[in-house]
């Protein structure tokens, strides 16, 4: 009985503040993105032959983020049945989002113009008891370049 | 050629759907198959259970150690007299050949009796000490007898382990230590214990036992009765909460009472006279 509160309360505060949480990221990831809108991230490995030099740079981001009791209780039940695990599917896009956002922010500071090349990397860095993923991290760089 | 990062429309690598109808879907939806599952393979289980060897279920022992009894002698006193009871009631009722009961007794304050695995029937001293007659001992007695040849026991061990085995492969897949010791408290609630349905054939047949040994039921409810009146507001004695006495069980007692048409002359047996005293010398 004493563990079905506690289950019932972390369920219930996983909700409320993994929710709050998500809502308030998003909210900030677009913002943001607009902001820095300026400075495209490019996947390509070739620079435009505009004849202007540049000089280049490795920008980096990089984000931790962990889910909420609530998204591992449903992930586990999906673990059962099969599906989209769509309770991952928010924190995976938050992390690589802000991960690219992050770089752009560095690049943007060292005065570049666009960041090429760019590529991303996901890592579980914590995987707890029995492999269940605690928290994912998401590093994202490229090439700025920064005009001369 | 121009480079840029358009805005791109959201919700495309998440799903919309929220959350909570998620999870309500899920949770329903597991809970389902699982009970289904259960209820299958508990099923089959019984079913089964009946023609497992009785020679088989004598090969796992399921010890109750009493701890230290007082007096031995005593203890053996109290042993021949029950296991002769209970040799009685077999006789008007014979068991099928390889089945065989032995009686034990714990010193123990416990209201309670139980029959377990491999045709072991215990008795707690708090249960004898409440008795008032041989009729009354003999009612649980053969209660106790009908369940080792309904094969409950090894019915409910079926049940038990198929529990316990769904129960760990589930939580294990879900993989959360709150949740895995949620499940398994779930299924240990239900190991080794009686249903309803077993304790009312057990009653059928523990009537019938006592109709062949005395020729009347006099007596048969009378330990119902009284723990019955005894427990009032308190907790009930242990014996009510594995043999759970609904009112309509004891009703079932008294309308067998009047259709087996009581001998007019019947009479309660009684205890040994030195039954009392066995027990209270057991008593440190």
């Known amino acids: 009985m004493v563990d079905l509160i506690i289950f019932l309360i972390l369920l219930a505060s996983g909700y409320g503040f993994g929710r709050h949480a998500e809502k308030k990221h998003y909210r900030s990831i677009i913002a943001r993105e607009k902001e820095l809108n300026l400075i495209p991230a490019i996947a390509t490995k070739l620079i435009p032959a505009t004849g202007q030099l540049y000089d280049s740079n490795l920008v980096t981001g990089n984000v931790v983020i962990s889910i909420d009791y609530f998204k591992r209780v449903i992930a586990g039940l999906r673990n059962l049945v099969g599906g989209r695990v769509s309770s991952y599917e928010t924190l995976i896009d938050r992390a690589r989002r802000e991960a690219i956002l992050r770089m752009k922010q560095q690049a943007k500071s060292e005065g570049a113009e666009m960041v090429f090349n760019i590529k991303l990397e996901t890592s579980s860095i914590h995987k707890g008891r029995r492999n269940a993923v605690g928290s994912v991290e998401v590093l994202a760089y490229g090439t700025a370049l920064i005009p001369k | 050629m121009e480079y840029s990062n358009p805005e791109l429309p959201e919700g495309i690598n998440t799903s919309k759907e929220h959350p909570l109808k998620e999870f309500l879907i899920l949770t329903a939806g597991v809970t389902l198959i699982i009970s289904g599952l259960i209820l299958i393979l508990v099923l089959l289980s019984d079913h089964f259970a009946k023609y497992i060897p009785f020679s088989w279920e004598k090969h796992i022992s399921l010890s109750f150690v009493d701890e230290a ?31 065989t009961i032995k009686v034990h007794y714990l010193d123990q304050d416990q209201v309670n009796a139980f029959a377990t695995l491999g045709g072991h029937v215990y008795f707690y001293r708090g249960l ?25 026991p090894i019915q409910s061990l079926g049940r038990g382990v198929i529990f316990a085995v769904i129960v760990s492969t589930v939580s294990s897949s879900v993989g959360d230590t709150i949740m895995q010791s949620l499940f398994n408290q779930a299924g240990f609630l239900t190991v080794l214990k009686f249903n309803r349905q077993m304790e009312i054939a057990s009653d059928e047949y523990a ?8 020729g009347h039921l006099k007596g048969a409810d009378d330990l119902f009765k009284i723990l019955q009146d005894e427990h009032g507001d308190n907790e009930p004695y242990e014996f009510l909460n594995t043999h759970p006495l609904t009112t309509k069980r004891l009703k079932y007692i008294q309308t067998s009472e009047e259709k087996y048409r009581p001998a007019t002359n019947a009479e309660l047996t009684a205890l040994p006279d030195q039954f009392k005293k066995w027990l209270a010398n057991n008593q440190k």
């Not at chain 2, 007659?133 to 106790?144: D, F, G, I, K």
């Open chain 2, 69 to 99: 009894p007082k007096n031995t002698t005593n203890k053996k006193n109290i042993e021949t007299y029950l296991q002769n009871l209970a040799d009685k009631l077999v006789l008007k009722q014979p068991l099928p050949d390889d089945m």
């Open chain 2, 207 to 214: 009537i019938q036992s006592l109709y062949a040994h005395y």
């Open chain 2, 128 to 152: 004898l000490d409440k008795m008032t007659s041989e009729n009354a001992l003999a009612m649980v007695m053969a209660h106790e007898i009908a369940h080792v040849r309904y094969r409950h």
